[in-house]
């Protein structure tokens, strides 16, 4: 059910604009998707915080995080 949205204009300004917005939102979206995760990936590498714990799913999102750096004076990125 893809549809372009040009073929919302016969039903008159309000759909084919709301149609329009919804397209508009999703590429933005997608775009702040690919931009964050360029701090996301930092953050996973270089986050000594959790180096010496055990490995589980749980670790590998507070790596991703702010969080996994520590706040020790040699260690400052």
Known sequence: MQSDVKT???FGAG?????LFIKKCML???VLTLV??????YNRIAGTA???TAWGV????????IGAHTAS?????
């Open 28 to 30: 933005l979206f997608v």
């Open 73 to 77: 004076a040699s260690n400052q990125y």
């Open 8 to 10: 919302f204009r016969r």
């Open 58 to 65: 749980h670790v590998a999102f507070a790596k991703a995080t």
């Open 15 to 19: 759909q084919y604009l709301y149609f």
């Open 50 to 52: 959790y180096a010496p």
């Open 36 to 41: 964050s995760l360029i701090p996301i990936t």
